[in-house]
């Protein structure tokens, strides 16, 4: 979505009220189990990285920024050529490249798939089709970029396990694909929700996904 767009909708939003907001769409209060496939608690302190892609980086970033054993989740752009990694070109929907956020983590307090589960109930809507909430194109597109073999097949996994539940009201459309590179955003994109709380589309959109990985995962939730 253009800044014009991006502005238009704020604009709908203000008009139409919270009646549009984005959270998990229908699902947010939907139960998602555990993954039946995950890797396993490491015994030591490590970093590893982690980057999906579900509408808007702003609202993905915040919520992994309150996740226990998040280190760090950085705003960017994968999927695309490196010369297309830029907002403008990105809002375009033309450069492959979708919003996406990559998520480094202690693998000894969290789980690669406790961090999709997260993604999948609260961070987005994985059964809408290039678009969530007011977002539509498909930078918006509900991605998971794996970056080796065992992040592939528990994403894979997981997917037909909560599709075979019936977990959702319609077919899981996430892709699973090989990341090939991870462009960060412009700095004025990072850590956006946490600088501008009170812009409209953080209140109506952002904030009630962080307030729903609070409710439903106070466990995982973490207030810093």
Avoid at 40 to 66: L, N, P, R
Avoid at 69 to 92: I, Q
Avoid at 104 to 110: G, K, R, S, V
Wanted: net charge negative; with cysteine.
């Amino acid at each position: 979505m253009s800044s014009f767009s991006r502005l238009f909708a704020l604009l709908l939003m203000l008009t139409l009220g919270a009646a549009i907001a984005c959270n998990a769409g229908d699902n947010a209060i939907a139960a998602v189990p555990n993954p039946a496939m995950d890797a396993a608690i490491a015994t030591s302190k490590t970093q590893q990285t982690a980057v999906v892609a579900g509408g808007c980086f702003w609202g993905i970033q915040a919520v992994f920024q309150h996740v226990k054993g998040v280190v760090n989740a950085t705003s960017g752009y994968s999927g695309g050529a490196a010369n297309t990694a830029e907002y403008e070109l990105v809002s375009t929907g033309e450069t492959g490249h979708a919003e996406s956020v990559k998520i480094t983590y202690d693998p000894a307090q969290i789980t690669y798939g406790q961090l999709l589960r997260v993604f999948f109930s609260v961070a987005h809507d994985p059964t809408q089709l290039n678009r969530q909430g007011p977002d539509s194109g498909t930078q918006y597109r509900s991605v998971i970029f794996y970056g080796n073999d065992e992040q592939k097949r528990i994403a894979e996994s997981y997917i037909v396990q909560l599709d075979k539940a019936r977990v959702f009201p319609r077919t899981i459309v996430t892709q699973v694909v090989p990341l090939k590179a991870f462009y960060p955003a412009e700095a004025y994109h990072q850590d956006y929700a946490t600088n501008h709380p009170n812009n409209p589309y953080i209140v109506y959109n952002d904030a009630p996904k962080v307030a729903h990985l609070h409710q439903e995962f106070p466990e995982l939730y973490t207030g810093k």
